[in-house]
């Protein structure tokens, strides 16, 4: 049976957002719930963000899915909430660093999670919306999807969807999205590297939940060694790397799941993973 939960409506009231979740077989699916838009309100960012926290450690969950309803996956920061606060004394430069620096910190808690994050978007995701789409390990959209990084249109660059959107696209094509602004399609953010697959919009759910089935499948203690390292040797020279990932590789083989997986194989059976 999947839990669902609803956030109170005063945080929506108070320009927040709404965020429901649903956790199954070892999958927990966070949907963005604040129409028209699904703007990233200081409510939802903190909504997602303590989803986030619980599920790295509840042993139930074994990998998140972030969806949304409606025919926008994120429109990205409440513009509206942002620009109320150029009333305040400071001008808004204390809402503003705390909005851009809970995102920041949503985007890093996303990739710092000893869980996979798949991102199952059905319409447009711009702006902070494209640096959550960006941010995932896996991304997966509808045909009819649409990406962009559209600050530089109204005077407020894309700095920190860049980060997480020039990790995922090529340079030049990241900086083609920053520069120009301009909405590109889902076989484009494919080509570019933003998404994995592209799907009919029948069939998003269905497919995202047979990736998401397929992951949680395997051992969780090996799915969080294998995102930790994959993170970490991309920052490193390749020798680093390499120095890096076969000490991984010793402390993998020394597991009991790694012992157990191996076995498995050779014995041509299912393995029964125990986390260790």
């Known amino acids: 049976m999947a839990e669902i939960v609803s956030f109170p409506d005063a945080a929506r009231a108070e320009g927040g957002g709404l965020l429901t979740r649903s956790l199954r077989d070892g999958v927990l699916r966070l949907v963005l719930d604040n129409p028209p838009a699904n703007v990233l309100s200081i409510a939802l960012l903190e909504a997602l963000m303590q989803e986030l926290e619980t599920a790295g450690a509840e042993p139930d969950v074994r990998v998140v899915v972030i969806a949304s309803t409606g025919n926008v996956f994120s429109a990205g920061h409440d513009l509206k909430e942002l620009t109320a606060h150029r009333a305040d004394e400071d001008q808004g430069a204390g809402f503003f660093e705390k909005t851009f620096r809970l995102c920041a910190d949503l985007m890093l808690k996303i990739a710092h999670l000893p869980k996979p994050v798949i991102a199952e978007i059905d319409g447009l995701a711009t702006a902070a919306g494209c640096q959550l789409a960006a941010s995932c390990d896996l991304a997966i959209c509808t045909d009819s999807s649409t990406f962009c990084t559209p600050g530089v249109n109204i005077g407020l660059f894309c700095s920190t969807p860049m980060v997480a ?5 090529h340079r030049k094509q990241a900086m083609e999205m920053l520069l120009t602004g301009e909405t590109i399609d889902a076989s484009t953010a494919k080509d570019f ?3 994995n697959r592209i799907v009919p919009k029948q069939y998003l759910a269905q497919v995202v939940s047979k990736y998401a089935a397929v992951i949680a499948s395997k051992s969780p203690l ?11 040797q991309l920052e490193l020279p390749v020798e680093a790397a390499y120095d ?11 597991t009991q799941d790694a012992q157990e997986g191996i076995g498995a194989f050779l014995g041509k059976r299912m393995p029964e993973w125990k986390g260790e």
């Open 165 to 169: 959107v020039s990790r995922a696209a």
């Open 193 to 195: 590297g933003l998404v």
């Open 244 to 254: 890096y990932t076969a000490k991984v590789m010793v402390e993998n083989m020394l």
């Open 222 to 232: 090996i799915l969080r060694i294998g995102k930790e390292a994959f993170n970490r």
